[in-house]
């Protein structure tokens, strides 16, 4: 039995049925260890299972997409503009294939398990139409794409976020953001005040891993200061948040927004709790915690 495994047996100790103290005298009585060992070895399952941090994911979890009607054309209309600054006039139909077109090819590039550069997607784009300056000007149309879907609300909370938010600093946790996401986030990040509701954010696109591969895990954990014995991950991928939080030894709980009755046993990879609203986060961390 791995690491990991043993760690998830632990996870499912109730603390309470244990009586610590009459486990300590047992031991003692039969000098099986010594007093410190004693105490080190139940100091060692007391932290263990102690919870200390929750992490969530972000799309589809915590916040969602809204559908503006003709928001593609209106962006790919501004990076028309810029480009007629440098002598070039591609109609928005042009461009909008040239971009899926390119981002077809930057993903059969790019390792599975690492986030995509979003201006090579962009480089490509330009490339594709035949811009000759396509490397110059690549962040100035990728700026002009996004700038007009900002502060229009294209990506919102969901209702239950803000209250479990509440909730859970209450209770004195650490909370982070760990999200498969591409450099486009950071267009939404001060709109959306990420940076007020977590203590970390961790963007593939910043730290190059993608869920569910383990180094983002660790690399998140690492920079909250806590194991990943003593978290949660809230997602609603089943691969890439509850797979990748199993894998290195967090509490899965795997929120189904899409209100499914799903039995728990025909989960693959099976989390360790099933949520339909974020609210429901709450027993379940006052559970762990005592």
């Excluded at 810029?82 to 390792?111: C, D, F, H, R």
């Excluded at 002009?144 to 969901?158: D, K, L, S, T």
């Excluded at 498969?180 to 001060?190: A, G």
Aim: charged share 30%; aromatic share 10%; glycine share 6%.
């Amino acid at each position: 039995m791995n690491k990991s495994q043993n760690i998830n047996r632990l996870k499912n100790i109730d603390l309470r049925s244990i009586n610590f103290l009459l486990i300590g005298d047992i031991l003692n009585h039969h000098k099986i260890f010594s007093t410190k060992k004693i105490l080190n070895f139940l100091f060692f399952i007391l932290m263990i299972c102690m919870l200390k941090a929750v992490f969530f994911d972000m799309g589809g979890t915590i916040l969602h997409g809204r559908d503006i009607p003709g928001i593609n054309e209106k962006s790919f209309e501004n990076v028309n503009k810029t480009l007629q600054k440098y002598g070039y006039s591609i109609k928005v139909k042009e461009l909008s294939e040239a971009y899926e077109k390119a981002k077809e090819i930057i993903k059969n590039m790019t390792p599975e398990f690492i986030e995509l550069e979003l201006i090579d997607r962009w480089k490509e784009t330009l490339k594709i139409l035949g811009v000759k300056q396509y490397d110059i000007i690549a962040n100035e149309c990728m700026d002009a794409f996004f700038r007009v879907r900002q502060g229009i609300g294209i990506v919102v909370y969901y209702d239950d976020f803000k209250p479990t938010i509440i909730q859970l600093r209450k209770m004195g946790l650490k909370l982070g953001l760990i999200s498969n996401v591409d450099y486009s986030v950071m267009y939404f990040i001060d709109e959306l005040k990420l940076r007020d509701y977590f203590d970390i954010l961790i963007f593939s696109w910043k730290v190059k891993w993608k869920k569910p591969h383990p180094k983002i895990f660790e690399i998140a954990t690492t920079k909250l200061k806590v194991k990943p014995e003593e978290s949660i991950m809230v997602g609603d991928s089943l691969r890439a948040d509850v797979g990748g939080a199993n894998g290195i030894g967090m509490t899965s709980v795997w929120i189904n927004r899409m209100n499914n009755d799903i039995d728990l046993q025909d989960l693959e990879p099976r989390p360790d709790y099933v949520i339909k609203n974020l609210m429901e986060l709450i027993p379940i961390v006052d559970k762990l915690r005592k």
